[in-house]
């Protein structure tokens, strides 16, 4: 790259140019999927010769920038008379090749500068951030944290995006996703101060284990559908634990125990379904469903009724599975679904000056039925 060229362009921009900048020729972004630099520098894209690979670039460029960021389009053909008239465009990103009239423009000498989205942008911006709270200047607090200490945060953190997933809130989901990403770097951050493994680590490990468990992806492998992934997923991991030399574990060992009792079960037929060992058709899961209602009916003693009701939510949690649902996901819609209704009861007796305790069960029920028609 002739760098008289980017003085140029700056030139042509009427400003210095950046301290940091990243260069980078159209036809590399075009075929990402995202763009491969943080997007808190900015950066001078060369080689825009044709509307179609603009408008592919600027595709990649809205998996991160808004559609209303400022981009400018330089063009250093020397025959151009005028710099102010025509080497230079100012435009949103989104309108980027939307106007046919900007076919002629594009060239080999056609440049586009994308100033920077602003600070806190990028994963290396956050990590900075963490690190500093971590540092000796930083806040009492962050410095005071463990992995142990951490954990409960951990846990609080994945529920409340879970909760905002549920809710459908992508607000809540976005705050939610940044709150579990700190504690990520936060464990991140620790262990890397203790020399065991840095955030990059983090990243380039899972993304090694992407591409080595997607050779139907990133390599030449053949799999049929979702359950030919599923099973050949297995096998990868199986294969991946043997070449560490770890001892040979069974499918469902890798099961977190601490997950909610509906997740662990769906995940274990999950597991089992992709080796075979699962109902041909449905109707098996519904004939099972009955047997256990009726087993719950006869159970004589506590024990037999504690045991046959885990039996009976398993088999649901399994039609769920077979219905492509989430049972966890269900039964918290149910959960929000009951204290919804059940709030307004309570907010209908407050509003009439009666005591839940003192309503009978057909004024309450009368309520739900209203609290249902309203939704």
């Known amino acids: 790259m002739d760098f008289s060229l980017v003085a140029s362009v700056f030139e042509a921009l009427h400003i210095s140019p950046p301290s940091k900048l990243i260069l980078l020729e159209a036809p590399t972004l075009s075929s990402a999927h995202v763009p491969s630099f943080p997007p808190d520098v900015p950066a001078l894209i060369t080689s825009l010769d044709s509307r179609e690979v ?3 670039v600027k595709n990649v460029l809205l998996a991160v920038y808004p559609a209303e960021h400022e981009v400018f389009l330089v063009n250093l053909i020397t025959t151009v008379q005028s710099i102010e008239e025509k080497n230079l465009i ?6 980027l090749a939307d106007e046919k009239k900007l076919d002629q423009y594009f060239s ?32 009492p607090w962050d410095k005071e944290q463990t992995h142990a200490s951490l954990r409960k945060h951990l846990l609080e953190e994945s529920y409340e995006a879970i909760a905002a997933l549920d809710s459908g809130d992508f607000n809540s989901m976005c705050e939610e996703f940044g709150d579990l990403l700190l504690q990520i770097m936060l464990h991140s951050q620790i262990a890397s101060e203790e020399g065991e493994f840095t955030a990059n680590d ?13 050779p139907h992806v990133f390599g030449d492998a053949e799999v049929s559908g979702v359950d030919g992934v599923l099973t050949n997923w297995e096998k990868l991991k199986a294969k991946e634990r043997k070449s560490k030399g770890e001892k040979q574990k069974g499918m469902l060992d890798g099961v977190p125990l601490a997950l909610p009792a509906l997740s662990q079960a769906q995940e274990y037929q999950d ?22 209602i009726q087993e719950v009916k006869q159970a004589e003693t506590d024990f037999q009724l504690a045991d046959e009701i885990g039996d009976l939510f398993f ?40 005591n839940l305790s003192d309503m009978k069960l057909e004024e309450m029920d009368a309520l739900w039925d209203e609290a249902k028609k309203k939704e």
């Open 54 to 56: 603009a408008l592919q």
């Open 90 to 95: 100012s435009l949103s990103l989104v309108g």
């Open 108 to 139: 080999q000498a056609t440049f586009l500068y994308l100033p920077a989205l602003g600070e806190g942008t990028s994963f290396e911006s956050f990590q900075e951030i963490v690190a500093h709270l971590r540092a000796p200047n930083g806040c």
């Open 202 to 214: 983090v990243v380039k490990g899972i993304f090694d284990k992407i591409i080595r468990r997607h």
């Open 271 to 292: 597991r089992a379904a992709r080796v075979g060992f699962d109902w041909p058709v449905v109707g098996g899961v519904l004939d099972k469903l009955a047997e256990e």
């Open 315 to 354: 088999v649901l949690v399994n039609f769920a599975r077979w219905k492509k649902l989430d049972a966890e996901s269900a039964l918290r819609g149910a959960n929000i679904k009951f204290k919804r209704r059940f709030g307004y009861i309570e907010q209908s007796a407050k509003e009439h000056g009666i």
